[in-house]
């Protein structure tokens, strides 16, 4: 895989969690957060909100989907689709994401043929999330 140049740094907070269900395969749970984004490159600033629907396993591994909301200080608003994987290390959650984009802004329409990848963070103690973001090529 081959990594583009830094696009985004995020910061935000879990503001919603449901467990959904719990077995013996693990628990299903249901985030909600928001975040800040700080754009670099093309990427603009903005406020970005979502929702993950995650699977953990008992050995702390973790996959998922999710969805959001993504509006520019101008405005101008992206919906994305997300694919998670990650793992529990030092008492945070770390994940790789691969994330879509779809918009119908002029200014952003190339974000339509987009996709990056974040490495996130979670702090399930304080909800803090923290991500960084990169163009895949």
Request: net charge negative; hydrophobic share 35%; no cysteine.
């Amino acid at each position: 895989m081959v990594l583009g140049e830094k696009m985004w740094e995020e910061k935000g907070k879990i503001i919603g969690m449901s467990v959904k269900s719990v077995g013996s395969e693990g628990v299903r749970m249901e985030e909600t957060f928001a975040s800040d984004i700080k754009g670099l490159g093309r990427v603009p600033s903005g406020r970005n909100v979502g929702t993950l629907d995650i699977s953990e396993s008992p050995g702390g591994f973790f996959s998922g989907t999710g969805q959001g909301l993504f509006t520019t200080q101008d405005g101008d608003v992206v919906v994305w689709k997300v694919y998670s994987i990650g793992k529990l290390e030092a008492g945070k959650s770390k994940s790789v994401n691969i994330l879509r984009f779809m918009t119908t802004s002029q200014k952003l329409s190339w974000m339509n043929s987009y996709i990056a990848v974040d490495e996130g963070i979670t702090d399930p103690m304080t909800m803090d999330i923290s991500g960084t973001g990169y163009e895949w090529k």
